[in-house]
């Protein structure tokens, strides 16, 4: 299993290569000057992160410091989901599938019905300090509400 995953990690590098990456991020505005946050270590964090099974913004902040060593806070990963983020993952896409096959009539239309791309996430709430008296939790949690966002 290790193997397939290294071979399909130099593929995804050889497909996508870091310069390329931050090429399209600076093209759909995502980046506009350097920040605390990389955008190719994003990219690939988001990519693998939202993937998963249980795939969220804490996983891509997890997967994030895993591969930076840097203790990025959730708002600054929170800061990068945008419409511009949207805009990158489209435009790679498309250059994945001109890439894979050279040019997209050689996929045969495959990615025609993928027009945008959807992230979910879930995020527990807990309400203010006045409103325990009024909603009180089990045993010593507190009330609260989980949201899940499309």
Partial sequence: MDRWLNILGQELRYLLPSRS???HARATD????????DAVPFFWSFLVGT???NGSLAA???LYKAF???PVA???VQQWVTTDLT????DICAHISVELGRTESALEGRFERFRDVFISDGTTCTLSAESFDEFPGLGDNHAGA???VI
């Fill in 60 to 62: 891509v902040q997890d």
């Fill in 30 to 37: 995502l980046v506009e000057r350097n920040r605390h946050i």
């Fill in 51 to 53: 993937t998963q099974s």
């Fill in 146 to 148: 989980k949201l899940h």
């Fill in 21 to 23: 990456v931050r090429e």
């Fill in 68 to 70: 930076t060593s840097d």
């Fill in 74 to 76: 959730y708002s600054s």
């Fill in 87 to 90: 805009e990158l993952l489209t």
